[in-house]
């Protein structure tokens, strides 16, 4: 039963701040503590939870460059879960990470610290497949994959469940795929059905049934510093996330980890996907 998940996809614009952000809250909602850790220089996830990105003493780049320690870098937000910032200065730790010894698990070693302090800790990944995300795959027990349901949906994924293999097998054996989340989804159009099943086939339980719709509350609350629930509690996509936090709540309460896989076969007898993971 992992708690610490990184949040991934080296596609970019995906939902993976949207689903950080929102699933926060959420969880928040269902009285779970929760970190936050912005881990992308982008620092959308910082400027979506209504902290000043240009404006933070103390960051993630701090945390993985000079292991200061976690606690000093966190702050509290206004729905309930606490931050670890990031801003531009992140990407040098990118580069400065490559001469460092025990690179890739900078951040494993600084949430051992205080991850008894949470009931849930989220990464925020960068679109890519970097020292940064690598980081977050070695301090993770699971990685939420967030997706759209578009034609190259499945063929983009191969590269992302290389990486969580290799983490797999050279530094955090139990690094689990927690779950893919369909985003953004519209089940009007019929590739979004197509893709769907495909996804359903290669990854059977782990596909979590909720969707998150697309909803322009979701898209709009950001610029207010907000997650949807506080921006418009009643909106679809407020109700989503609610929604995928109960699904991954009641899941850990059941015991029920993500790596049961009932179902990873294939009906046209190519090597499944979510055989590698
Ligand atoms: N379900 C949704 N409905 C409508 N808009 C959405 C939804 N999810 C995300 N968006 C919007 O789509 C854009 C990309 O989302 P987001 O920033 O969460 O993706 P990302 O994967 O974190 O991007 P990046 O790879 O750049 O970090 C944003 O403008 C966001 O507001
Ligand atoms: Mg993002």
Excluded: W
């Amino acid at each position: 039963m992992s708690k610490i998940f990184a949040v991934a996809n080296q596609k970019g614009g995906v939902g993976k701040t949207t689903t950080c952000v929102n699933l926060s809250a959420s969880l928040v909602a269902n009285k779970r503590r929760v970190l936050l850790i912005d881990l992308d220089p982008q620092g959308n996830a910082t400027m979506g939870s209504g902290v000043d990105k240009s404006e933070l003493q103390l960051s993630s780049y701090d945390v993985l460059a000079s292991l200061l320690p976690p606690r000093k870098a966190i702050v509290p937000t206004a729905s309930g879960y606490d931050l670890m910032p990031a801003n531009i200065d992140l990407s040098a730790a990118e580069v400065e990470l490559l001469e460092m010894d025990g690179r890739e698990s900078r951040l494993r070693q600084a949430l051992e610290q205080i991850s008894e302090d949470y009931d849930y800790i989220i990464i925020d990944c960068p679109p890519s497949l970097n020292m940064l995300t690598v980081n977050a795959l070695c301090a993770a027990g699971g990685v939420l994959i967030p997706m759209q349901c578009e034609y190259y949906a499945l063929e983009g994924l191969s590269s992302l469940i290389d990486t969580i293999t290799q983490v797999q097998q050279a530094a955090n054996p139990n690094l689990k795929i927690e779950g893919i989340l369909r985003t953004m989804y519209d089940p009007r159009n019929s590739l979004t059905g197509d893709v769907s099943e495909q996804l359903s086939e290669y990854f059977g339980d782990r596909l979590y049934r909720t969707c998150i719709p697309r909803n322009v509350r979701l898209a709009e609350a950001p610029s207010f510093g907000k997650p949807a629930l506080d921006y418009d509690r009643n909106s679809k996509g407020a109700i989503a996330y609610l929604a995928l936090a109960g699904e991954i709540t009641r899941r850990h309460a059941a015991g029920q980890s993500s790596n049961q896989n009932s179902s990873n076969h294939n009906s046209n007898g190519s090597r499944p996907v979510a055989e590698a993971v």
